[in-house]
């Protein structure tokens, strides 16, 4: 009898839906004003399929980047992250593992690893006070590091404190670049223990696995018909992450529904700015 392998996974939005309960209109507007927004509209706890993950790992192409499904190759690309997460996918890439740094945004925790337990504590006592800014520091870091850079640990990428310091340069920072490049390969490896070639009962999925629910969605899950009514919104997490998907969807699905090899994008989503520069960078890839 074949072993049966499950798929673990740590992208959460639990803290950040109740953290948006308690954030001031001042504190809104500050965070409002970074690349991250968005962040303040989820208000549900994000829910990804072990099923579906399971299958997609299968079905990864290392190789080609993307998956194979019924004989048809469907990649998964930084398209799909900028159009998924609302972030830009060109700018300057930046280094999450570091091994230590000195900043502010560092300095406001006295412990020698920071998790995501710290920072959601330290925000609750921030949110009480004063220092508008440190609280934005304190809530990006919370939403980077418990759904877009999520790790089995739980702990927070030395390389995002210096990325807080200054929010005048948040937005020329490759931040989809780094979520695919973080996500891909943890894929890569996951998608080795499915096929066997690793021998692990489970295997652990980091980085934001939602992206991935999101591209089936798009690609597999969901016709054409029902594409075209959905309401248009970027990011368009907004939009998926109240759709729950069940475990007999997943596998009907990848038998026999009509599947979309192209990405899909509206008059709307071109017209902005990340978009734009993120479809040059497709076409010419």
């Known amino acids: 009898m074949e072993e049966q392998v499950y798929a673990r996974h740590s992208c959460r939005t639990k803290y950040l839906a109740h953290v948006n309960t308690l954030l001031t209109d001042v504190q809104k507007t500050f965070i409002q004003k970074t690349p991250f927004g968005w962040l303040l509209s989820i208000n549900v706890e994000a829910k990804m399929s072990r099923t579906l993950l399971i299958e997609l790992c299968s079905r990864w192409s290392e190789r ?10 469907i990649p998964f690309t930084k398209l799909d992250i900028c159009l ?24 406001l925790f006295d412990t020698n690893d920071v998790t995501i337990h710290h920072v959601y504590e330290e925000l609750q006592k921030h949110i009480k006070g004063d220092e508008v800014a440190d609280v934005c520091r304190l809530y990006l870091l919370l939403g980077l590091t418990e759904f877009l850079f999520p790790n089995r640990g739980g702990k927070v990428h030395f390389g995002l404190f210096e990325l807080l310091d200054d929010f005048s340069c948040m937005g020329k920072y490759n931040w989809g670049g780094v979520i695919y490049e973080y996500l ?24 934001c696995v ?9 690609h597999v899950l969901f016709g054409q018909k029902k594409l075209a009514k959905r309401k248009s919104c970027l990011p368009r997490i907004l939009h998926w992450i109240h759709v729950k998907v069940g475990e007999a969807e997943v596998q009907k699905a990848f038998l026999c529904n009509e599947m979309i090899t192209e990405v899909y994008v509206t008059n709307e989503e071109m017209a902005t700015e990340i978009v734009k520069e993120a479809l040059d960078g497709h076409h010419n890839a």
């Open 64 to 73: 080609r980047g993307g998956f194979e499904v019924r004989s048809v190759f």
């Open 84 to 107: 998924g997460l609302g972030v830009r996918v060109n700018g300057d890439m930046f280094k999450l593992f570091k091994e230590e740094v000195d900043c502010y945004s560092r300095r």
């Open 184 to 207: 891909v390969s943890s894929l890569c490896d996951a998608a080795l223990c499915v096929r066997k070639r690793q021998k692990r009962s489970h295997f652990h999925v980091v980085g």
């Open 210 to 218: 939602f992206a991935l629910q999101m591209w089936a969605m798009e």
